[in-house]
C-alpha cells in the first residue's frame, strides 16, 4: 500500500481547485491512501460558503468515482441545518466509508462564528479492510484527548490548513503522534503563502518524510514497522 500526502495552494478558483486535486489523484498509483489539506477546494471563504457546498457536492461525485481503486481523505465545506461544517469525507471502494465534522473549531480565524462543531465521539478507528485508519482536523492536533481515542489505529491522517507562524507546532506534534502511538501519521497541509507546508508522512519510529518543496510526497505502508515498534517498545498498544 502506498501512503501519499499532497500541499498545493488553494485559489479562489474552486473549479481550478478540485481539478487540480483530481489530477494529483489520478497521478497516484493504485491502492494509495491519498490525503489532502483541509477544505482544499475553497479554504475559508466564509463569504462564499454556497458556493463552497455547491463545489462540494460536484467533488463527492469525481472523488467517488476516483476512489474505486484508491482511498481519498481530504475536509469538505457542509451544509448542516443552519450553519455549515467543515467534514472530513473518507472516499474507499466507490463509497464514503467514513464522515467526521471538525469537533475543535479554530480560536484564531472566526472558524467558530461560521462552522458548527462536529461530534467528538465521531473521532474513532474505522476499520478499512483490516487497516485501522483515524483522522483528526488541523487544530484537532493540540488536543491530546483524541490522540487516546485514536491509539491503536494503524495510520492517523491529518489534514489541515495550518498557519506558517506555527510551522513548528505542527512538525513537533505530528512526529509526537506518531512517537506516542507508534502508528504511521499523514500530515497535509496547504501551502499557501500563510501556511505551514510541512505535509509530512511520519513512521511509528518518529522518521518523517517531508519537503516543503513537493506537492506530492510518497512513501509505502509496512505493517511490519507498527509492529515491530510496538514490539521493541511495548506500552500497551496492541499489534
Known sequence: MNLVTLQFKTTEDFN??????????KNT???SIVVAPELCLNGYAYDRLDEAVAITQKAIKEL?????????ITTLTTKYKNSHQNTLHLFHKGKI??????????ILNDERKYFS???QEDIKIIDMDGIKIGFVICFELRFIDFWQQLKGADIICIPS??????KEHFETLCQALAVANQCYVVASNSSNDDMASSSAII???GIQNIDDKQEKIEQNFDYHEIKKMRRYMNIGIPY
Open 29 to 31: 498509483l493504485d491502492d
Open 203 to 205: 513512521t511509528p519510529f
Open 64 to 72: 467517488l468515482e476516483l476512489s474505486k481503486n484508491k482511498t481519498i
Open 97 to 106: 466509508l467514513h464522515t467526521q465534522s471538525k469537533n475543535k473549531l479554530f
Open 161 to 166: 490548513m495550518w498557519g506558517l507562524p506555527r
Open 16 to 25: 481550478q481547485n478540485l481539478r487540480t486535486l483530481t489530477a494529483y489523484i
Open 117 to 119: 462543531p462536529g461530534e
